[in-house]
């Protein structure tokens, strides 16, 4: 599975911007997929995820601004930032996953490349 991440940028605070990751084959071929971000000397951190079924799950710090969504006829996975903080200030990493069953369920990652966001006046 590739990903190619897009859509990032410089945005002034309480703006939006809207993330794109298109996967190389279709997105039920996985079990979910997921943002990820990383702030300058932080630990990489999970910000939204949607599972194949369309459950959704965030982190606390963006619940009721981050929305994340999938199209699966343009096998793109979407994350609308709204309101947006400068400690939304990260490397923004695309992420998607699937168990894999011939291995006791194991859990396999794969990961597009990072698009900035930057969150400034």
């Known amino acids: 599975v590739q990903l190619q991440a897009s859509g990032g940028g410089l945005v002034q605070p309480g703006g939006s911007l809207r993330l794109s990751c298109k996967t190389s084959?279709?997105?039920?071929?996985?079990?979910?997929m997921g943002w990820y971000r990383q702030a300058p000397g932080k630990q990489r951190e999970s910000v939204a995820v949607?599972?194949?079924?369309?459950?959704?799950n965030y982190a606390d710090s963006v619940k009721g601004r981050f929305t994340i969504s999938g199209d699966s006829a343009k096998n793109t996975v979407y994350l609308q930032m709204n309101s947006l903080k400068p400690e939304d200030t990260a490397v923004y990493y695309c992420?998607?996953?699937?168990?894999?069953?011939?291995?006791?369920?194991?859990?396999?990652?794969?990961w597009g490349q990072g698009t900035q966001v930057t969150v400034s006046s």
């Open positions: 992420n998607a996953f699937r168990y894999v069953a011939s291995e006791g369920l194991r859990r396999q990652d794969y």
């Open positions: 084959g279709s997105i039920f071929s996985v079990n979910g």
């Open positions: 949607i599972a194949s079924g369309g459950t959704t």
